[in-house]
């Protein structure tokens, strides 16, 4: 889901500090689109501010704890049925049980998945932008979508692709599909308002710092965290005798 795969690109470029020298570098040839994206990145942030963000922080001060944690369990679960459908198109068949064990016993003894009755299984990240780099294709140029945030020309055709799979995205009552996914960007958008404190403190560039650990975090991901070492050209400099 693009809101959980923006939580994981926040959460990373928290964790990760500064080193972004030879990253910058390296995806200064993934941005053709810059001034554009700059432009839409600019236009999410100003509704964010204006109305997003104002509504998260009511939500995060008005309600009960327990009741955002039934709420996150609600959508993580729901996120597990796009996760299930991608294990098993990257061939992953153990995760693939895994995550669909999560499904069945969490929307069933876990009350539609209101309770995590299967703490005890990992939760994975898999989506049809991390399937088509599975199988090869490469991400294209970094792409800014307006809403829905950082995304590539590959990851923003494998969240069309998701929809097909996607609970929410095949209810067939219009105002009950718009509500979920209401409710869901809601949902993330205030589990992030302690981790944004961080990165606006850290970093300057909040587009390019967005940009780069977006690059870097999908990059991660198709390959499960073991992605191909980069090589930069400064390396084939010092390699030269």
Not at 94 to 117: K, M, P, Y
Not at 198 to 210: E, F, H, K, P, Q
Request: proline residues 5%; charged residues 20%; hydrophobic residues 40%.
């Amino acid at each position: 889901m693009p809101a959980l795969r923006f939580s994981l690109v926040l959460t990373s470029l928290i964790l990760t500090g500064c080193s972004t020298l030879h990253l910058s570098a390296y995806t200064l040839d993934k941005d053709p689109l810059e001034p554009l994206n700059r432009k839409v990145f600019v236009f999410n942030d100003t509704v964010d501010q204006a109305i997003v963000k104002p509504i998260a922080k009511g939500y995060a001060a008005v309600v009960p704890a327990p009741a955002k944690t039934l709420v996150n369990n609600f959508f993580s679960n729901l996120d597990d049925v796009t996760v299930t459908a991608n294990d098993l198109l990257q061939l992953k068949f153990a995760q693939a049980a895994s995550d669909g064990s999560r499904v069945i016993f969490n929307s069933t003894f876990g009350i539609f998945g209101l309770l995590n009755v299967t703490e005890r299984l990992e939760k994975h990240n898999e989506d049809f932008g991390q399937t088509l780099g599975y199988w090869g294709v490469h991400s294209g140029p970094y792409l800014m979508l307006p809403l829905l945030g950082p995304s590539s020309f590959r990851d923003g055709a494998g969240l069309y692709a998701d929809s097909f799979a996607s609970v929410i995205s095949n209810t067939q009552d219009v105002p009950t599909r718009n509500t979920a996914w209401a409710a869901n960007a809601l949902n993330t958008r205030v589990n992030l308002l302690e981790q944004e404190k961080v990165m606006d403190n850290a970093t300057i560039d909040r587009y390019s710092s967005l940009r780069d650990f977006y690059l870097m975090r999908r990059q991660s991901l198709v390959y499960d965290g073991e992605p191909p070492r980069i090589k930069y050209e400064d390396e084939d400099e010092e390699e030269t005798p």
